[in-house]
């Protein structure tokens, strides 16, 4: 604490540094934008965007292709209004406008029902609603400048999303979500419309969907959508939950960088026109961490004795056309490292938990080429998305003897690389009609190794040892209707067939809003949705009586889940909001251990192996209810309380019903800033942030310490499968920022510190082989992050 205090000290005094220094100048930002029809993509030519409250009036319209430019507009906090005719209008609220830095907005309207009374329609701000028009409930879309301001964010979309109504996490020091009681493993990751390996540092084992840093900085990502629940029929291959994330293009007439230094590492980024005539650009971010230098003060960020370190490298080109559409490049490549090494040293010896080594490396690489072409009859536009993606993960465990000698007892690696293509073909008939449907193909290769030592018999056993490739299908349509001007409903269907065993699914799927009057609305949805297993688990190695082994497991069916959710919006003003949803997930055809006795649930795995024959028998359900109470950023402030009541439940071989692992029951979070704008011509910002978490503590299953030493690993006691609870879970993030504007650059300095009262909170409890004790382990203390940027 005293170094935390020394850091707050040694903050404060250099922001106060910085308010003596102040100069006169005020200072202005390009602000630039393109302008589309939501549904049809179509450039709206001569569409109107004003600078709200400037004196005099600053505005512009739009060219022939949507484009427009403001030159000259004043950095700090600023809100256009854009309006066009037969269309609503659009507010965006606290866009911030800094030095060194273009501003580039992309604007989709929504076209008026009734295009004679399109003058009463008011702007309004929908930061709730999704960008994807199919889009009816359970969604939201979220910007950068949200990633960067949320306490606790540490400026990766996964932890921002923890602060929604109906997701928690796992862990503090992992970014994977748990959304409304379902596993993590049934999220999808999109980038660019396609769907992609799991894109994080640190991914804890086979089918993790999270890890401990997001392969792609914030600085590269474009404002997205985060779904929840009841998805749109485009989005396949998903049970809890959808990121779908865009990435941001660069300056396509000035060249911008940017810098930044931290207690975890350094990230430096490039941007630019590639031709300004033909106005392509590129966008370059590179990133590399070590932790040293908070392992060096005392401060862990991991459990291992290895720091952890990481780099990444992404990408994104843009090439506009008029003739052959807009065309973009990009790619996203990581690298990290972690483990543990045992202690080299003849005292420790005696005990076998110094002994134990572990080694863990993953790599991962994602590279795709987008195009999307409005057709001549400006109703349709054709996007077609074409990635080849891979990554490698490999893990040795090892034990060392009293000769310093390492003896392997584990050994994993596993090998991922696909080929990935969809085509989107999307058409506005009318203000009424719009179809959208699409197919999705992929040719997954695996190469897949893992064998270990069997403690019991002494031998080594190959858990999998298999090489191939396999093929999924997908296809889909959407159909939305305005039936009137208060009734909207999106229709679809979504197919998924597994070429691996020829198994299949069909999902409709339904989503209906009405807007009671100009402040309240409700919506539903119903749908179903399916997600495939990791392959590895198709691929295991099951040993029979007779001492051969096969894959039982290769025949498991698709798991499946039905969801409906209702929802009532209210907006109270134009920046407070109240959101309520109700939901029912019902979960079947889920992988369970085929036993009679057995209490296994794939519901309850995060990431890993199954080494067990299983069959699709097991059942599950969610249910509850998502409150959200916001204030948007407006004047300076903003807050969010969000609650979440619910339950999660499974049922396994035996019949019986138990809680998930996931099944907390409950979570609150609140979490709110303040902004100063400072100097004599207020041209700087000072920013406060803080969130507060409380939650339900997570499941484990009681073990029996007694039997666990006399048998040398975990013994559980029957029939308490995910009966106990830890304590409940809670947390407090602060963060604050400086934000200094020069003529030519600007720059940023910024602490953020997570638990800021270093509460201990339990997330697991192990049986220790080697101690005959149980070990808990405990989420991350205080951990301080301070950092500095400098754009230009």
Not at 222 to 243: H, I, K, Q, R, W
Not at 339 to 355: F, M
Not at 394 to 399: E, G, I, V, W, Y
Not at 765 to 789: A, F, I, Q
Request: hydrophobic share 35%.
């Amino acid at each position: 604490m005293k170094k935390i205090f020394t850091t707050l000290v040694v903050f404060i005094t250099l922001s106060c540094y910085c308010f003596s220094q102040e100069p006169e100048e005020e200072y202005n930002q390009v602000v630039k934008g393109r302008i589309l029809d939501k549904d049809s993509k179509t450039p709206l030519w001569g569409a109107t965007l004003v600078v709200v409250g400037s004196k005099p009036l600053m505005g512009c319209t739009t060219d022939s292709s949507g484009y427009f430019k403001l030159p000259s507009v004043p950095v700090g906090r600023q809100v256009f209004k854009i309006t066009y005719l037969g269309y609503e209008d659009v507010l965006l609220q606290n866009v911030l406008v800094s030095s060194g830095q273009d501003v580039f907005l992309n604007i989709m309207m929504k076209e008026s029902f009734n295009k004679i009374k399109e003058v009463e329609v008011e702007a309004k701000f929908d930061k709730d609603k999704a960008l994807n028009p199919m889009a009816t409930i359970s969604a939201r879309t979220f910007s950068i400048e949200e990633t960067n301001r949320f306490a606790g964010g540490l400026t990766d979309p996964s932890r921002m999303a923890q602060a929604f109504a109906g997701v928690s996490s796992t862990s503090g020091s992992n970014n994977e979500i748990v959304v409304r009681g379902n596993s993590p493993r049934g999220l999808l990751w999109r980038i660019e419309g396609i769907e992609i390996l799991n894109p994080n540092h640190f991914r804890e084992d086979e089918g993790a969907s999270g890890g401990g840093v997001c392969i792609l900085s914030s600085n590269m990502i474009s404002n997205s959508d985060f779904f929840t629940s009841a998805f749109p029929a485009e989005y396949g291959n998903a049970l809890s939950g959808v990121f779908d994330l865009n990435l941001r293009k660069g300056s396509d007439e000035y060249f911008h960088a940017f810098v930044q230094a931290s207690v975890v590492g350094t990230e430096v980024a490039l941007e630019g026109p590639i031709s300004k005539k033909k106005e392509s650009s590129y966008l370059v971010n590179y990133r590399y961490s070590t932790f040293s230098m908070l392992d060096k003060i005392g401060i862990k960020v991991s459990k291992e004795n290895i720091v952890p370190v990481f780099q990444d490298l992404a990408f994104n080109l843009s090439f506009p056309s008029d003739y052959y559409g807009h065309t973009t490049l990009f790619g996203i490549f990581g690298a990290s490292s972690s483990g543990i090494k045992a202690i080299r040293d003849s005292v420790n010896l005696t005990e076998k938990e110094n002994r134990y080594e572990e080694l863990d490396k993953g790599n991962i690489w994602i590279t795709g080429i987008t195009n999307q072409y409005l057709l001549p009859n400006k109703k349709t536009f054709l996007k077609t998305v074409v990635a080849v993606m891979g990554e490698d993960n490999k893990m040795s465990n090892d034990t060392m003897d009293y000769k310093f000698q390492d003896h392997n007892i584990y050994k994993e690696d596993l090998t991922y690389r696909t080929l990935r293509g969809s085509v989107l073909l999307n058409h506005k008939y009318n203000a009424k009609h719009t179809i959208r449907s699409g197919i999705i193909f992929s040719r997954e290769e695996y190469n897949l190794y893992s064998s270990g030592l069997d403690f019991e018999t002494g031998t080594y056993r190959t858990v999998f040892d298999n090489k191939g490739f396999t093929y999924v299908l997908q296809g889909y349509m959407q159909w939305k209707f305005r039936a009137t001007e208060k009734l909207d409903i999106n229709t679809g269907v979504h197919y998924l067939h597994f070429l691996l065993n020829n198994n299949n699914s069909v999902e409709p799927r339904m989503g209906i809003v009405y807007q009671i009057d100009g402040r309240q609305s409700f919506s539903a949805g119903a749908g179903l949705h399916s997600r495939l297993e990791p392959i590895s688990i198709y691929m295991t190695q099951i040993p029979q009586g007779d001492g051969t082994v096969n894959q039982q497991n290769k025949k498991l069916d698709i798991s499946k889940s039905l969801h409906t959710v209702l929802g009532y919006d209210i907006s109270f003003t134009e920046d407070l909001h109240l959101k309520a949803e109700i939901y029912y997930q019902y979960l079947y055809d889920i992988p369970i251990e085929k036993s009679p006795d057995s209490q296994f649930s794939v519901l309850n795995v995060k990431q890993g192996f199954v080494m067990a024959p299983m069959d699709n028998n097991g059942e599950g359900q969610n249910y509850g209810i998502d409150l959200t109470f916001e204030r948007y950023f407006t004047k300076k402030y903003y807050y969010m309380i969000t609650g979440s009541l619910y339950d999660s439940k499974y049922s396994a071989g035996d019949g019986k019903e138990y809680n998930t692992m996931f099944n907390g029951n409950y979570i609150f979070n609140l979490l709110g800033g303040k902004e100063w704008a400072v100097g004599k011509k207020k041209n700087n910002l000072l920013g406060v942030n803080a969130r507060i978490l409380y939650k339900g503590g997570m499941r484990y299953q009681k073990i029996d310490l007694d039997k666990s030493r006399i048998s040398g690993s975990a013994v559980y006691i029957p029939g308490g499968n995910f009966t106990n609870r830890f304590a409940d879970y809670y947390n407090i993030d602060v963060g604050v920022n400086f934000k200094r504007n020069h003529e030519k650059f600007s720059w940023i300095l910024s602490l953020d510190v997570q638990n800021l009262t270093s509460r201990e909170n339990v997330i697991s409890v192990k049986y220790n082989r080697y101690t005959g004790n149980l070990k808990y382990e405990y989420d991350l203390l205080l951990l301080p992050l301070l950092s500095y940027r400098l754009n230009f």
